[in-house]
Structures are given as structure tokens and as C-alpha cells.
């Protein structure tokens, strides 16, 4: 499990993707606001978590999550997301510093 750092506190979640209604954008390199984790947790099926160097978009790091497993995405890194199951479901939990709002990311 992937553990968010002290003083981060859950904000949002997303609903649950599957292979038929993830957002493009989680397809393409992205990054996470700066301030805010990203928290993967994948409920069915794999997925992979792609980095990216910053620079060329080439990807530098993989890790592949599995069912009940979850991977956590650091403020400001280039990454992408890769369904590599026909069973996948997952969902993304977004952690703040405690006391912040999402109006003030």
C-alpha cells in the first residue's frame, strides 16, 4: 500500500474507471497538482503507472498494480496510466494538506 505523508488528508476520489470510461488524460503523460497525491487504487484487474522524464516524455519508471494494490502518484511528476487487464476497475483518491480547500489548488 502506498501511504500518503503526514499532514495530508483525503480531498476528493474519482468514480470507478474501467477500460470503457477512463479519461483520455489519465492515458496521456499528466501531472498532479502541485500540493496534491495522487492515491491508484486498483479494485479488479492490473493497471500499470508510467513516469516520465519531464524533458523528453519517455517513460523512466513502471509499476504495475494489481487488484486490492495501490500506488501513490507525488505532486508535479509526469506520469500516464496503462489498463493492462480486460477486468480493470479502479479509482484515483486525491490527498491535500489539511485545512486546504480544493479552491485553493
Sequence with gaps: MS????????????????????????????????????????LCGVLKYLGCNSHTQVTDKEVVIKANETAMAHPNYLHRLEPASDDLKFEIRFYSLEGRSNSDK
Excluded: R
Design 3 to 42: 501511504f500518503t505523508p503526514k499532514g495530508y488528508t483525503h480531498c476528493e476520489s474519482t468514480q470507478v474507471y474501467t477500460n470503457e470510461n477512463v479519461p483520455k488524460i489519465l492515458l496521456e503523460p499528466h501531472y498532479t497538482k502541485m500540493g496534491v497525491y495522487e492515491q491508484i487504487h486498483v
